[in-house]
């Protein structure tokens, strides 16, 4: 069953602002992880969370958690036309599957 | 040095045909899975190995079936594959329960 849910699911803007992508997931958690994926490629890990951490940074990447509403965003900051990719959230449920949202297309314009 | 190497990257071929997908990893990982992708990027788990032992096999028709030699690698066999089959197939790996996962390249299967 789906987990993680992605939104928007689809996302254009210009070089150099921001970018803010949300997850809402199910059930409790472990932790959460962000992913990426350039077309024809595999998923890239970006980030993990844990469901202790309320915010975490990694360069110009900022995840927060929020437990009590189930959700985390991811924002990327002063974005670059190498953003340009698919971004999955993705959580371990009680199985010890990792289940992934739907994902969200970010499409950086130059 | 790719961490997750599937073989082959595309592979087209007609109903009813049976084929294999290979998948190995270097990064000295207990479990590797397979998960399925499909046209609008949905990723569902198939089947997960720790250590050469099966622990996750998620409903998926029993044509397909995963191998593992070793816990290096992870192959898939799928028999009389179906239109319905068409996607692509990804092998990952993880260190530890709940760790992140590391994602070969993708295999495009097409069948015809």
């Known amino acids: 069953s789906q987990q993680g849910e992605e939104d928007p699911q689809a996302l254009s803007i210009q070089e150099g602002e921001n970018a803010t992508m949300n997850c809402s997931y199910k059930?409790?958690?472990?932790?959460l992880q962000w992913y990426r994926q350039n077309s024809g490629r595999g998923l890239v890990h970006l980030i993990l969370?844990?469901?202790?951490?309320r915010e975490k940074h990694s360069g110009r990447l900022r995840v927060t958690l929020d437990t009590s509403k189930k959700s985390s965003s991811l924002l990327i900051t002063a974005s670059r036309a190498a953003d340009t990719a698919s971004y999955f959230c993705?959580?371990?449920?009680?199985?010890?599957?990792?289940?992934f949202g739907k994902g969200t297309r970010l499409h950086i314009l130059p | 040095d790719t961490a997750v190497s599937q073989t082959p990257k595309y592979l087209v071929t007609q109903m009813g045909n049976d084929k294999s997908i290979k998948c190995e990893q270097n990064?000295?990982?207990?479990?590797m899975y397979w998960y399925k992708q499909d046209s609008k990027k949905f990723l569902k788990i198939m089947f997960s190995?720790?250590?050469?032992?099966?622990?996750i096999n998620e409903t998926v028709p029993n044509r397909f079936s995963p191998k593992s030699p070793d816990k290096a690698h992870l192959n898939l066999h799928i028999n009389s594959l179906e239109l319905g089959d068409s996607a692509v197939y990804f092998c990952?790996?993880?260190?530890?329960?709940?760790?992140?996962?590391?994602f070969g390249n993708g295999t495009r299967l097409t069948v015809t």
């Open positions: 990952a790996s993880s260190q530890a329960r709940f760790s992140p996962l590391h």
């Open positions: 059930t409790s958690i472990n932790n």
């Open positions: 969370i844990r469901s202790n951490e």
């Open positions: 993705a959580t371990p449920n009680g199985d010890d599957k990792i289940i």
């Open positions: 990064l000295g990982h207990d479990t």
């Open positions: 190995y720790n250590n050469k032992e099966l622990i």
